[in-house]
């Protein structure tokens, strides 16, 4: 310390959990779990190897501690935007939004998907835990739309679960092709057209070759 009690210019502040945390995601979103090393991580925060190790005990922890994190602050976010809308129809077009602003605003989302895509073979213990998300995300979508048959916003015939199976599947599949291919896909206009397609389907004497409510569509 100085006479007067002031901290050298030079001395530095350790670096907090979030901030790693942060350093971390931008490293695993664009190389993935493979491709970044504590080394990489480190120095994209500009801290020393050790600096992580005081916080993480190696990268594993590090990448689960990123992604709950992340995960728990995207589905909080979708929670409070899903209460403001009345209907159903409205609360769907809020996550699509949702997702829309991770997506794009911030690297949040490049960082699940990412991940999710790659722990396919490679990471059983993260591609459980991608299970569990993926399921409470449907499980999510399925109690929307129930919501709106009871509501009588949507059709009555079709089966909760296969119909969030497909909204899922609609919204990761354009982020993905986004990511591969952003001079081609436009996020935005794909969502769009995306979510008119499901509404008009969703919809009272929507087209009747949907996904009828049969037995085995609870089954996941």
């Given at each position: 310390m100085s006479?007067?009690?002031?901290?050298?210019?030079?001395?530095?502040?350790?670096?907090?959990?979030?901030?790693?945390?942060?350093?971390?995601?931008?490293?695993?979103?664009?190389l993935g779990y493979q491709g970044t090393s504590i080394e990489r991580i480190a120095r994209a925060a500009g801290v020393t190897k050790g600096?992580?190790?005081?916080?993480?005990?190696?990268?594993?922890?590090?990448?689960?501690?990123?992604?709950?994190d992340r995960i728990g602050g995207f589905e909080k976010q979708v929670l409070e935007a899903v209460t403001v809308a009345g209907d159903a129809q409205g609360a769907l077009r809020r996550v699509v939004d949702a997702c829309f602003v991770h997506a794009t605003v911030s690297n949040h989302r490049r960082f699940i998907i990412t991940l999710m895509i790659e722990a396919l073979d490679t990471n059983p213990r993260l591609s459980s835990e991608f299970q569990r998300i993926l399921r409470r995300m449907r499980a999510f979508l399925a109690d929307l739309v129930r919501r709106g048959q009871a509501q009588g916003s949507m059709r009555p015939d079709v089966?909760?679960?296969?119909?969030?199976?497909?909204?899922?599947?609609?919204?990761?599949?354009?982020?993905?092709?986004?990511?591969?291919?952003?001079?081609?896909?436009?996020?935005r206009a794909t969502l769009d057209t995306t979510l008119d397609a499901l509404a008009t389907w969703l919809a009272p004497g929507g087209a009747t070759q949907g996904i009828a409510a049969s037995g085995g569509a609870n089954t996941w």
């Open positions: 006479p007067r009690g002031r901290r050298p210019r030079t001395e530095k502040r350790e670096p907090s959990r979030k901030q790693l945390m942060a350093a971390a995601i931008d490293c695993f979103a664009r600096a992580v190790y005081y916080h993480f005990r190696d990268k594993e922890e590090l990448l689960f501690s990123a992604v709950k089966a909760p679960e296969m119909a969030a199976a497909l909204i899922a599947s609609a919204i990761i599949g354009a982020e993905v092709q986004h990511y591969q291919d952003q001079t081609e896909i436009d996020l």
